[in-house]
């Protein structure tokens, strides 16, 4: 394994809307992840997990109302982004050890009965703990993402996959504000640059896309073994994509089609683009709500 970088604790000194305390969990190999533990430790919980290239920052609006219902909210920062260590070569990214990492995490906490809530990278590592860990699992809500298991890749993402790969800048604010229907503040533009502040600490955020199995992929095996658990799973899974993603839109369809939990599912459409939590957070959380509900996990009243 190469180097690591930490982000400097004073790039995240003026992020606004987010009064969360840090949390931190030392992974075997010795690698640091950031996670917020917000709301009542014997509440229900519930795991939020971002994508590329956003970290728990993505969060920040629907946490509060999820907490204020009585949940525990738990949302971590994937290896190579946000507060948690960052690989700084891109070969010392696989798809295999994000999920590991993140289940040693998960299992470390001895987490159970939680509702899924993710989009984007959160639903190729999220789906894979479901998978791995069904029983851990109290129900899922997806948005904007999916478990591909070798498909040819859409235009939009063949298109995001060059650019992650051969652009001479990557501005992770700017591509979150692209992929973003809401006019971000200068300053929230600056909190999804704030974990990146040199060109090495970038190197997760450029080697995601190329590791999405889509088309010929070393993951495949795995993604193909993860699906035939999810086909069995019954616990309720909702989808609520959004109406304005050129990359995942119709996605959706995969999952009601083949996953029975989805049968009782809470799913709906919400509005915005690609990165749903800063367009549309009542909808997701709302999602949430009723998935848990269904579930029977929901706070007591």
Same mark, same amino acid.
């Given at each position: 394994m190469g180097e690591i970088y930490r982000t400097p604790d004073e790039r995240f000194a003026q992020i606004p809307d987010f009064p969360f305390e840090p949390n931190y969990f030392e992974l075997t190999g010795g690698l640091r992840l950031h996670y917020l533990d917000e709301g009542p430790?014997?509440? =229900?919980?519930?795991?939020m997990l971002h994508g590329e290239p956003s970290w728990c920052f993505l969060y920040r609006k629907m946490i509060p109302p999820v907490v204020a219902a009585g949940y525990r909210v738990l949302a971590p920062d994937l290896?190579?982004?946000?507060?948690?260590?960052?690989?700084?070569?891109?070969?010392? &990214?696989? &798809?295999?050890?994000?999920?590991?990492?993140?289940?040693e995490w998960f299992e470390a906490l001895g987490l159970?009965? +939680?509702?899924l809530a993710c989009q984007d990278w959160g639903s190729l590592v999220g789906l894979r703990m479901v998978a791995e860990m069904?029983?851990?699992?109290?129900?899922v809500v997806l948005s904007n993402g999916g478990l591909p298991e070798g498909q040819e890749a859409p235009k939009a993402f063949a298109a995001w996959r060059r650019f992650s790969k051969y652009s001479p800048v990557f501005p992770i604010g700017r591509i979150l504000q692209r992929a973003t229907k809401t006019e971000l503040s200068a300053?929230?533009?600056?909190? &999804?640059? +704030?974990?990146?502040?040199?060109?090495?600490?970038?190197?997760?955020?450029?080697?995601? =896309?190329? *590791?999405? =199995?889509?088309?010929?992929?070393?993951?495949v095996p795995d993604q193909k073994a993860a699906w035939k658990? *999810?086909?069995?799973?019954?616990?309720?899974?909702?989808?609520?994509?959004?109406d304005g993603d050129p990359i995942t839109r119709g996605g959706d369809a995969n999952f009601v089609n083949r996953i029975p939990g989805a049968k009782l599912g809470s799913h709906r459409t919400l509005k915005g683009g690609h990165f749903i939590q800063e367009d549309d957070p009542?909808?997701?959380?709302? +999602?949430?709500?009723?998935?848990?509900?269904t579930a029977?996990?929901?706070?007591?009243a």
């Amino acid at each position: 394994m190469g180097e690591i970088y930490r982000t400097p604790d004073e790039r995240f000194a003026q992020i606004p809307d987010f009064p969360f305390e840090p949390n931190y969990f030392e992974l075997t190999g010795g690698l640091r992840l950031h996670y917020l533990d917000e709301g009542p430790r014997n509440g =229900p919980i519930v795991l939020m997990l971002h994508g590329e290239p956003s970290w728990c920052f993505l969060y920040r609006k629907m946490i509060p109302p999820v907490v204020a219902a009585g949940y525990r909210v738990l949302a971590p920062d994937l290896i190579g982004f946000g507060k948690s260590d960052k690989l700084t070569r891109k070969s010392d &990214y696989t &798809y295999a050890k994000h999920v590991g990492w993140m289940r040693e995490w998960f299992e470390a906490l001895g987490l159970k009965n +939680a509702i899924l809530a993710c989009q984007d990278w959160g639903s190729l590592v999220g789906l894979r703990m479901v998978a791995e860990m069904p029983d851990k699992f109290s129900g899922v809500v997806l948005s904007n993402g999916g478990l591909p298991e070798g498909q040819e890749a859409p235009k939009a993402f063949a298109a995001w996959r060059r650019f992650s790969k051969y652009s001479p800048v990557f501005p992770i604010g700017r591509i979150l504000q692209r992929a973003t229907k809401t006019e971000l503040s200068a300053a929230e533009v600056a909190a &999804y640059d +704030a974990p990146f502040p040199t060109r090495a600490s970038k190197a997760g955020a450029r080697i995601f =896309p190329s *590791l999405v =199995p889509l088309g010929e992929n070393v993951a495949v095996p795995d993604q193909k073994a993860a699906w035939k658990v *999810l086909e069995a799973f019954e616990k309720p899974f909702t989808c609520a994509f959004s109406d304005g993603d050129p990359i995942t839109r119709g996605g959706d369809a995969n999952f009601v089609n083949r996953i029975p939990g989805a049968k009782l599912g809470s799913h709906r459409t919400l509005k915005g683009g690609h990165f749903i939590q800063e367009d549309d957070p009542e909808g997701f959380v709302s +999602a949430i709500f009723d998935t848990a509900r269904t579930a029977g996990v929901a706070p007591q009243a």
